[in-house]
């Protein structure tokens, strides 16, 4: 794991938003050689993405909205201070109460969108920056976030900001890394990972996060493209394959633990999705059984180690129904709103934003600020000007969407 950033000399240059003086391979490699970057070298990392010719705004949008969707529905009742109050929810499910919008979940990934969509690409320095501005701002702020605020108040270099080495273990930096997509829509090149790696750097420094970051990116991308729902291995394998190539740190088995699971086992996170993630579904064990804080096989905190097995599971057994999907997620997970937004972006890829309840778009007040509301659909209506219209052999109809492969259009 990477060194704690405190101790990091400093760097002697700092370039300000919209300098973009390097570009996503001359910010990896400096990073890594000055050791501010904790990422193993891998063939990944020189690889293009599959190309999407057929790509339909439809599903780009869908992994947008899906993310705000699913952080707002679940941030009433966030964790286990908000556990009795689940029941409070509506049937079907909808937003409880007025405040309709987001957690800093979806904050930072909108404004993560906002600064691509001004500069055009995606600048870590220039996010870090936004994000040390708004921190006030931030609603619901984790402990890796809170250590950020403190650190970008204290000045110095953005890449002195971020939570490293253990510490980095939790979610998150992978629930704010789905905009990064946009900016490669147009060419597919290999720097889409790259910028993904330095998309989570901002906040988090350490090989769990990256890898994370890196396979969720990738079943993203894939979705876009699908055109039926994937079988259950299909998500454990493409994930845990990605994974294995950034991170092979093993755990080992702490009779400590209070998640049974986690008291046995000894493996890597992809070890532990194709052993006892993939257990669990064959056995027919529902997602409360696997993710409920208090008996849940391996629960559904904040640490990555239970929220990508509770990702991976949810998408295994409802990965053909975004709304009952939603509504486990919301209902029976503990980090409901970080997992619910991360269901909501690989479902609204694979789906589309045809394929969300109308009622849910609909009922999003948009915000990302308290004062900017409706801001979430128009950036995504300027990211589609910017990034998306005007590709050429695009294979969309006239208004350049079409549904996913269970749309309810």
Not at 12 to 26: T, W, Y
Not at 174 to 195: E, G, Q, Y
Request: charged share 25%; net charge neutral; aromatic share 8%.
């Amino acid at each position: 794991m990477g060194r704690d950033l405190d101790d990091a000399p400093r760097r002697g240059r700092d370039e300000g938003p919209g300098d973009l003086p390097r570009n996503s391979r001359e910010w990896f490699e400096d990073l890594r050689e000055q050791g501010l970057l904790d990422v193993r070298p891998a063939p990944i990392f020189e690889a293009a993405p599959a190309p999407l010719p057929d790509l339909n705004w439809d599903r780009v949008e869908g992994a947008l909205v899906g993310l705000a969707v699913g952080d707002a529905l679940a941030m009433p009742t966030e964790g286990l201070s908000g556990w009795r109050r689940r029941s409070r929810y509506p049937e079907p499910l909808h937003y409880m109460g007025k405040w309709r919008g987001p957690s800093d979940d979806s904050q930072m990934a909108f404004w993560t969108l906002e600064q691509i969509v001004r500069d055009g690409r995606f600048d870590p320095a220039a996010t870090a920056r936004l994000f040390s501005e708004r921190s006030e701002e931030l609603i619901g702020l984790g402990s890796a976030g809170r250590r950020f605020r403190h650190r970008a108040r204290n000045g110095g270099n953005w890449e002195r900001w971020a939570t490293s080495g253990t510490r980095a273990q939790g979610n998150g930096a992978l629930v704010r890394v789905a905009p990064i997509i946009v900016p490669h829509l147009r060419c597919a090149t290999s720097d889409l990972w790259l910028d993904t790696v330095l998309c989570g750097r901002v906040t988090h420094d350490g090989q769990m996060s990256a890898a994370c970051c890196v396979a969720l990116v990738h079943l993203i991308w894939s979705c876009l493209s699908l055109g039926a729902v994937p079988t259950p291995e299909w998500w454990v394998g493409e994930f845990a394959r990605i994974y294995r190539e950034l991170d092979d740190t093993s755990a080992r088995a702490d009779a400590t633990d209070a998640r049974p699971l986690l008291r046995k086992f000894s493996g890597d996170l992809a070890d532990f999705l194709e052993g006892p993630v993939m257990s669990a579904f064959q056995s027919g064990r529902t997602v409360r059984a696997v993710c409920d804080p208090y008996e849940g096989l391996w629960g559904s905190g904040p640490d990555l180690r239970e929220t990508v097995p509770s990702l991976i599971f949810i998408l295994m057994k409802e990965g053909a129904d975004f709304e009952r999907a939603m509504d486990l997620t919301v209902r029976y997970t503990r980090d409901n709103d970080t997992i619910g937004a991360l269901v909501g972006t690989v479902l609204g890829a694979l789906h589309g934003l045809s394929g969300i309840p109308q009622r849910w778009v609909r009922g999003h007040s948009g915000v990302t600020r308290r004062k900017d509301k409706g801001q979430v659909f128009h950036l995504v209506r300027d990211a589609r000007a910017k990034f998306f219209d005007g590709r050429s052999e695009d294979g969309t109809d006239g208004d350049g969407r079409r549904p996913g492969p269970h749309s309810n259009a």
